[in-house]
Each structure stands twice: as structure tokens, then as C-alpha cells.
């Protein structure tokens, strides 16, 4: 039965062309937590009702065993975060942190859909004091 329910997610497309990632990062829009860094740029793209999702960890989080077990972690926290919380006609790439290998994977979830709540607020939203 939950495979019925998670079938009716949307499909997350991957970036994988450089181009793509280095247009995100030339948005600097960017939320970072302490186990992955959430970038974002609006996807000027003919499909633009898809939410498209990009990963990378550098040498910074370990060896290739340890990189690719981040890239999971955060497949997969991507496969459940970002189609309830994910903005379409968006990208995004997440840049894992060295504390992604040890951080439990439920506070992983939390900051990933707390970065995608703080990025997608609009100025005019921010609390000011002007008293």
C-alpha cells in the first residue's frame, strides 16, 4: 500500500550537466545547515512544472565510500522532502557537508525542509522591527 502512495509523488528530475549546477550557484541563493547546503534558482527551462534536483560531495566529506553514502542520504531525503515542500519550476542543488555521514537521518529530513522553507520566503514576509 505505501508503494501505491509514494508512486503519486511527483517525479524529481536530475541535474546533471556542470552548466546547470553553475547556474544555481551563480543565483547565490543559498541556505546551510549544519549537514547539507541548499542552493536555488528559478528553472528557465521549456519543462518548467518540474522540480530538478542536483547533488554533489566533495573530497571535504571523506572517501569515495563516504561520498557516495551521502549522495544517498540525500537522494533520498530529496525523493521525500521535495515534492511536498520543493518549488516547481525550480532547481536545486544540495552540497553535502562532512557532518552528513554521522548526522541521524531525521534531522537530516528536518533540515533539509527547514533550508527549503527559509529559502522560498519572500523579503516582504521577513519579520522586521521598524519601531
Known amino acids: 500500500m505505501s508503494q501505491a502512495i509514494d508512486n503519486k509523488r511527483e517525479k524529481i528530475e536530475t541535474i546533471k550537466k556542470r552548466s546547470d549546477f553553475l547556474r544555481v550557484a551563480e543565483t547565490r541563493k543559498k541556505w546551510i545547515s549544519p549537514a547539507v547546503i541548499v542552493q536555488v534558482a528559478k528553472n528557465k527551462d521549456i519543462v518548467a512544472d518540474k522540480i530538478r534536483v542536483g547533488y554533489t560531495a566533495s573530497k571535504k566529506v571523506g572517501n569515495a565510500v563516504l561520498r557516495n553514502r551521502a549522495k544517498r542520504r540525500m537522494r533520498e531525503a530529496a525523493r521525500l522532502v521535495m515534492s511536498e515542500n520543493g518549488v516547481k519550476s525550480h532547481d536545486y542543488v544540495l552540497i553535502a557537508?562532512?557532518?552528513?555521514?554521522?548526522?541521524?537521518?531525521?534531522?537530516?529530513?528536518?533540515?533539509?525542509?527547514?533550508?527549503?522553507?527559509?529559502?522560498?520566503?519572500?523579503?516582504?514576509?521577513?519579520?522586521?522591527?521598524?519601531?
Open 97 to 131: 557537508r562532512k557532518e552528513i555521514t554521522e548526522r541521524p537521518y531525521s534531522e537530516l529530513i528536518r533540515d533539509l525542509k527547514w533550508s527549503l522553507k527559509r529559502l522560498h520566503v519572500e523579503p516582504d514576509d521577513k519579520r522586521t522591527n521598524d519601531r
